[in-house]
């Protein structure tokens, strides 16, 4: 993607997995296709209201402004990422999630990597255990993105 920037490893890593969003739009065709539909819906609104039936203004204007909060939501996501490797002894993960870096190294022989069962209507998630603490990863791949990224995972932490 043209705007997420994802920094460098410092070594070179055995193994190295990245998770980002697919943002289609784009930053500047999801607002232009935002002022599209407010440029309808409130020109719709404007020509009920003078026929006289003036509660369609508000619901429009609502619904403007729910628009507004979910292209907002999908805007400050759309440069989310998340990354694991593994250099050496270490397993490192990464990830930025509505702009806030967040980086936890663990050691290598004393990582589990886990595959949680999934639930009725919720994808099984892949999660790295460590010292007790569940650390999720790759909550935008696919069930089977999923379990290859696990076996490939697994593989790399039993090479020692």
């Not at 607002?31 to 619901?59: D, E, I, K, Q, T």
């Not at 990422?81 to 509505?98: F, H, N, Q, Y």
């Not at 998630?125 to 007790?132: I, M, P, V």
Request: with cysteine; glycine share 8%; charged share 25%.
């Amino acid at each position: 993607m043209p705007g997420v920037e994802i920094p460098p490893l410092a070594a070179e890593p055995e193994f190295c997995v990245v998770s980002q969003r697919h943002d289609s739009l784009g930053s500047r065709w999801r607002w232009s296709l935002f002022a599209s539909l407010c440029f309808m819906s409130l020109g719709l609104g404007l020509g009920f209201a003078a026929l006289g039936a003036w509660l369609v203004l508000p619901y429009s204007a609502l619904e403007m402004a729910v628009l507004y909060w979910a292209f907002r939501w999908i805007e400050r996501h759309a440069s989310d990422w998340e990354r694991v490797s593994v250099c050496g002894d270490r397993v490192i993960v990464e990830r930025e999630l509505a702009g806030e870096r967040m980086r936890q190294e663990f050691n290598r022989y004393w990582v589990r990597v886990e595959v949680e069962r999934g639930g009725f209507n919720r994808p099984p998630r892949l999660k790295l255990r460590f010292a007790g603490r569940d650390v999720p990863f790759g909550e935008r791949l696919s069930a089977a993105q999923r379990t290859r990224v696990a076996r490939d995972l697994h593989r790399a932490l039993a090479v020692r």
